[in-house]
């Protein structure tokens, strides 16, 4: 259990500050003069922006499964029954209208593989929605409105980088579907970076009630103005316990603006170099005052890095002016960054400053030559693709990393059964090399017995032997 203590220590101040600690409450503490000073309230906020915030409604359809169908035994006697039933889920969340055509952003996690959303708007009047972009990255979806032809009340962006400790905010969302609420408080943190909810670990943390419901939903500051998309809450109760989490504006802007494109996926600044924290250690050795930068560990030949004159071992302080904590926090200014511009990056190097201009390009993305294999294999179930620099870049491998990767899963295949990861990089099926996605599906269809794969998974190599 943590706990945090701050300690006053200088007597003499602590006396004049009580002295003039009771002046201020004589003058402040009084009755109220007129009506007016009674009525101070959020609702002419909340009356403005309150429009623009919606209901979403997902639901997929998904086949009930008998595990005893997974016991060959059961299947040598009884067989394979037909048609399985079918069961309808569903799910719940908010959203924000960004632009007055009718577009919605929500949280990614609130329509996931849904076969039919629909948006619910303050006023009560149902729309069918189509999902225009999914964000897994940063656990963002836009949605359209289908067969709207009117205009929709919007939110303005903030800029979330002026957000400051202490600001009041407004959470509207729809919190266990007991309709549109709005609840009150601070930012009571910034930057926070050990959510481990999305790749960009840099959210805004709140003290306002957020519940199941409000995901999706609009942090509002006092101009009334889109601050952050509530997205988690820190819970043991399942219920709002005063920390949760929204995701910056900021980045919501990058996702809409790439959805307002005709784009199907965000495309953002690829560095080309793989980061890592400063531990107390290695301030140590570096000299460094504070644990405090991202620490280059590796950088990929011919990358934006690489050809800004990064080099391995620099310690990345700033980003255009803001400084840099930790790999979280450049990782989010850098993905904030538009294309097509160049961004100066402060580094440390040798104990000196240098100051380097990166290129903002996307990473090249071609040839993943993405494939399902079904044949009956330990990787039967498996999404496998050739990795390329965006992919590299999205999944987290080592710069330079080449294979092929596993990218998806599904949840009755025999390869999740067995234990194969979203990231895994199979390099060797019974002793065949494995390059390209063409290599392991040919691989998968030997129909051997035995199975000998060697993969690398979080920068470790493996071997496995399945079968016998």
Do not use: C
């Amino acid at each position: 259990m943590l706990r945090f203590i701050r300690i006053a220590a200088i007597s003499v101040l602590l006396a004049l500050v009580s002295v003039e600690y009771s002046h201020a409450q004589a003058q402040d503490r009084r009755v109220p003069s007129s009506a007016a000073e009674l009525r101070l309230s959020y609702a002419p906020i909340v009356q403005r922006v309150q429009p623009a915030v919606v209901n979403v409604y997902a639901a997929k359809t998904v086949q009930n499964r008998n595990p005893l169908l997974d016991d060959p035994i059961f299947r040598r006697f009884f067989g394979v029954p037909g048609q399985q039933p079918e069961q309808m889920q569903r799910s719940l969340g908010s959203g924000v209208m960004v632009d007055s055509s009718g577009l919605v952003v929500t949280n990614n996690h609130v329509i996931e593989g849904a076969d039919q959303v629909k948006v619910s708007l303050a006023d009560k009047r149902e729309f069918e929605a189509e999902i225009v972009l999914k964000d897994s990255r940063t656990d963002l979806a836009v949605l359209r409105l289908k067969d709207s032809k009117e205009k929709f009340a919007t939110l303005d962006f903030a800029n979330s980088d002026e957000l400051q400790v202490g600001d009041v905010v407004l959470a509207i969302g729809n919190p266990f579907g007991v309709g549109q609420t709005v609840t009150h408080g601070i930012i009571s943190a910034l930057a926070r970076t050990q959510v481990g909810i999305t790749d960009y670990q840099f959210f805004i943390q709140t003290d306002a009630a957020i519940n199941p419901g409000n995901s999706g939903g609009a942090l509002v500051d006092m101009t009334g103005r889109l601050a952050g998309i509530n997205t988690a809450i820190f819970s043991r109760s399942g219920g709002s316990q005063g920390i949760g989490f929204a995701i910056p504006a900021n980045m919501v802007r990058v996702v809409v603006a790439s959805a307002k494109s005709g784009g199907k996926a965000v495309k953002r600044p690829w560095l080309g170099a793989r980061l890592q924290a400063v531990t107390p250690e290695i301030a140590e050795t570096l000299g460094l005052k504070l644990p405090s930068g991202a620490l280059v560990a590796n950088v990929s030949p011919n990358s934006p890095a690489s050809r800004a004159g990064l080099k391995l071992s620099d310690l990345i302080v700033a980003i255009d002016g803001q400084t840099i904590d930790d790999p979280n926090a450049f990782d989010y200014r850098f993905a904030t960054r538009p294309l097509g511009g160049t961004a100066q990056v402060d580094v440390q190097r040798g104990g000196k400053p240098v100051k380097l201009t990166v290129p903002l390009e996307s990473a090249p993305d071609t040839g993943r030559d993405e494939i399902v294999l079904t044949a009956r294999s330990p990787f039967q179930g498996a999404k496998v693709a050739n990795i390329s620099p965006a992919l590299a870049d999205e999944l987290h491998l080592d710069a330079g990393a080449e294979g092929v990767v596993v990218t998806e899963l599904t949840d009755d295949g025999t390869a999740a059964n067995v234990g194969f990861q979203k990231g895994d990089i199979i390099l060797a099926v019974n002793n065949q090399k494995i390059s390209r996605t063409s290599d392991l599906d040919k691989a998968s269809k030997a129909g051997t017995r035995i199975w000998r794969i060697t993969l690398v998974r979080g920068g470790q190599q493996i071997n496995v032997t399945l079968g016998g």
